[in-house]
């Protein structure tokens, strides 16, 4: 039986959220500036990670096969729980789009603008890809 | 208050098969809001499904067999009296008097008391042992006395004997049928159909003897049945009889008070169902109807009750009229088809029979044409699939040569034979007299049994109306494929497909290739993938590679994703037992990382409100206790419940804990289209609720009967029963076999209940195909399961013993160490549950 060591429940407050990025790294333009949020190498096609913005919002930040990324929202506008970074992308006639893990809304990842009911909408962030 | 004196009373005697649509159609016409109707109903239960009686054998309940919506009768007001028969009726006083002594004054009685079976006047028919074949209760007394019987016979050759020969021999008698004409369904086929029919019943071990009559019943010395003798002077040694010579309306009650009967039986009735008394109408297999005929089935049943509704309800337009029914049957016997419709004997001056009959492969098929080239009726045996067709077709000249009318597919011309060719008045369903053009005004099945009712009654219809529905049109996957989940799963197999970028790019839709795929095939093609990794020789880790993209966030997570972002965890308890330590490690974990707890509905127990970072912590915990976390996600087995079986309990009569516990350790991990559940009960009691399960196991004293295709859930559904008294070794391997079959072949989200309904043959292909291995696949699937145990890993230690996995469980990837802020508890009863408050206040960003 193996054992294994693993970080302390206590968070580090307030987190340095810029350390230790090396390489090519992703930054998202926020009020004006781009900030880095982390290697590009955290990323998986199709797949998202979420992070903390220095305001404490949280982002859902996405790659897709073709390499693009994209940055939206953390939050699901239906339940309130930061959980888009979670759920399963996909492209819908050459968009990508995000559905959440939750009640399976879809959301375009470049628009903000859900799929499944034109009312609602999550922001979105530019994003780039710099060494 | 409506006064109840001044209602007038219909009194029903008889509460059988066309009793109770007599009764709906009654409500349907608003009759029963205005009337008072009372039921007097001789058997025990109400109304059953007695078309349907022999699939008791099959391990169909009775309440399963019930033709009453439980509210039926109190949502109309209707009395009914079980158990308490009309004994007399007093047409002066107009009354009718029970046999617990009840009198009721009628305004209107109807009789539908449908018929008894024929028992021939041989010496000892009255033996202990000798049975008939009509109700419920015949049957419960077959079953038991079958269990010390070895050898039954059945006398009578006909539809229901060949039923009555198929129960004995699923009751594993050694089974003879014993027909006085010179061939089987005498009624219903023809010579060359008698001759298919034989050869394939014969086949199947039964034992036919024709032409000949039974003269004696003979017994022991107790005056039990050990044998008959047969007219042609030989003895046949048998522990069990059923009588199933023909049946005779139960016309008793009409003749004694002096109502017109037939010469050869049955209460006569006019056009529409009244008796030679106005105040009185009979309806159903008790009737002589206008044609001169008695109706030994039910359609024409279900029609004297719409025409008997009409007259009471004083319908006056386009009332119903009963003159007459065709006597056209599809009927599944002992596993054959066997199909007669119109004038099956070719009885019209002039007409020509065209066959085709193969004996080889017990086919035999005929149809009979006037001299105008118009179909009159026919005979099929062995492949009945044309019946649904030719029946509607029947009085008309169809479109293409009779030939090709029986000829298989593929030999001549193929038959351009569809429903599109039926006239819109064509009756497709006959059962309920639904025309064609009724079934097309619906869109879809569900539409059409709520609307017309067309496909409720014997099912024979189903096909054609599937035909005549709008095509779903597309029926892929998604928008990405245009194949089904099976399509995807064979493609996987046989080209050995190991990503899903691959299998998109080629044989993804023409727009979806080079795509991102979407959130409905990702998660498919990654469980086709988990599914069959061991045979592609992949690892089949969730996390591995590309397949980490693919998942489900529970996947992803190897955790419940709940409604605050938080998770749950749910150690796996193999069948449902744990030891005092392991429960308290339960219990330290959740007090130490502040987690909610419930026992599920599946025996195990629930650890509710981990952040993703606490995940692998708790994974840690309880790996070193011995647990691994369990699937209550992902579409995979879940739990196999057990009672406490044989040894503790007093009724138990097999170990069903270890059974259940070696199930769930050898299917743990095993990826399907959607989840698998499983119990095992140790008798007949069935405290684990096995029959709700996929595959529900039940112990018997030999060993354990097999049940597949049960669910809870929305659709709720009795499993049916597979196979029984297995013994361990093959019940494993006849679930290998069931599982993989179902994995291949099923949709994406369809439990084993809606897969069984949907494929073609149902419960009978699938028996074939695992237990009799009509398809050579048996050894394949038994090879893809081992693999499958070989192969298992369980996945949340080996996320623990890896790195670059452990990585993914952050809730920042800028802040590893930060724990999500908006994952928030408050107190409930001594417990937390989510702060939903909190998260549904618009715009809250956490500090
Ligand atoms: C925890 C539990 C309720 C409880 O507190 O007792 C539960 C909880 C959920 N059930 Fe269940 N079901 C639980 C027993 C059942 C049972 C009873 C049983 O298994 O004996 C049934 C009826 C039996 C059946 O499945 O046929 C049941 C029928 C469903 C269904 C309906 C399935 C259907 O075929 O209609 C769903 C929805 C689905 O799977 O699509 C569902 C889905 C769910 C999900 C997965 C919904 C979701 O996606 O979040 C819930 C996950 C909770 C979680 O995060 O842990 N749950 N669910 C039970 C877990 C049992 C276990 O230990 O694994
Ligand atoms: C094994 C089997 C298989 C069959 N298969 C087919 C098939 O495939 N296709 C088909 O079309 N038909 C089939 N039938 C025939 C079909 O079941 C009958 O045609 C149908 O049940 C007739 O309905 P009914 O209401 O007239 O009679 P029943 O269903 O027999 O109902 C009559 C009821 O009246 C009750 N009763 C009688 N006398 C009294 C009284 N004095 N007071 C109160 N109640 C009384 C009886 O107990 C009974 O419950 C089959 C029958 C059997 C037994
Ligand atoms: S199913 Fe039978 S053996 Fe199991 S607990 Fe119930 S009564 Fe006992
Ligand atoms: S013909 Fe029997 S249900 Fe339609």
Redesign the interface.
Known sequence: ????T??P?T???P????AGLVGATLQLRLGGAWFP??DRS?L????G????LP????VA?FM??AGRTYAIDN?DPY?????LS?????????R?FV?S??L?Q?FDLETGRCLDDDSVTVTVYATRVTS | MPDTTSRPTIVVVGHGMVGQRFLEALAERGTTGRARVVVLCEEPRPAYDRVRLSSYFDGRTPDELSLVEPDFMDRHGIELLLDDPAETVDRAARTVTSRAGLTFTYDTLVLATGSYPFVPPVPGRDATGCFVYRTIEDLLAIEEYAKTARTGAVVGGGLLGLEAAGALKGLELDTHVVEFAPRLMPVQVDDGGGAALLRTIEDMGLTVHTGVGTQEVTTDERGAVNGMTLSDGSVLATDLVVFSAGIRPRDRLARDAGLRVGERGGVAVDERCRTSDPRIFAIGECALAADGRVYGLVAPGYEMARTAADAIAEVTENANEFTGADLSTKLKLLGVDVASFGDAHGAAPGCLDVVYADSRSGVYKKVVVGPDGALLGGVLVGDADAYGMLRPLTGSVPPVPPEQLVLPPGVGAPAALGPGSLPDTAVVCSCHNVTKGAIAACATLPEVKKCTRAGTGCGSCLKVIGQLLPASGDSGLCGCFKHTRGELYEIVRTLRVTSYASLLDSHGREGARGGDGCEVCKPTVASIIASLAPTLGLSGHVLDGEQAALQDTNDHFLANLQRNGSYSIVPRIPGGEITPEKLIVIGEVARDFGLYTKITGGQRIDLFGARVDQLPRIWDRLVRAGFESGHAYGKALRTVKSCVGQTWCRYGVQDSVKMAIDLELRYRGLRAPHKLKSAVSGCARECAEARGKDFGIIATAEGWNLYVGGNGGAEPRHADLLARDLDDESLVRLIDRFLMFYIRTADRLERTSAWLGRIEGGLDHVRDVVVHDSLGLCGELEKLMADHVAGYRDEWAETLDDPERLRRFVSFVNAPDAPDPTVRFVPERDQVKPDLTFLTLEGVTAR
């Open positions: 039986m193996s054992t294994h693993m970080s429940v968070p580090t407050s987190p340095d959220l810029t949020v982390c955290a998986i096609a199709g797949r990670v979420a992070a903390l305001d404490g919002r949280q930040l897709d096969r939050r339940s309130g729980a930061q959980v979670r759920g399963l992308t996909g492209t819908q006639d050459g990508a559905a893990p939750l399976k879809r």
